[in-house]
């Protein structure tokens, strides 16, 4: 977690979360949940992590699971799921509560 935004590279080339955001748009609506975050929603952690989280619908846009709606080669592998993984999850806040779902006991 954090605020870092890096390119990064790919043995497919230089792959940015921009260029798979520019052929799925619906990963810009996932990034602009994750800076609007406000505390009040609740634990960082459940909103990337829990059940409709941003995770789970990312997994829908990008990556193996995408595969049945087909799209561009980049956006049905593992190349484009890390990406987006990676710029989205490194653009959120760091938890700084200690709440049931940051505790690993």
Partial sequence: MGNAKERVITK????TFEQLAKMEPKLLELE???????????????????????KEKM??????????????????????????????????PNCETECEDCVVG
């Fill in 12 to 15: 497919m080339g230089n792959v």
């Fill in 32 to 54: 602009k949940i994750i800076l609007n975050y406000k505390r009040k929603d609740g634990c960082i952690n459940r909103v990337w992590y829990g059940q409709g989280g941003v």
């Fill in 59 to 92: 997994s829908d846009l990008v990556g193996n699971y995408r595969i049945r709606y087909g799209g561009p080669r980049v956006l049905n592998d593992h190349v484009g799921y890390d990406v987006a993984y990676r710029h989205l999850y490194d653009s959120l």
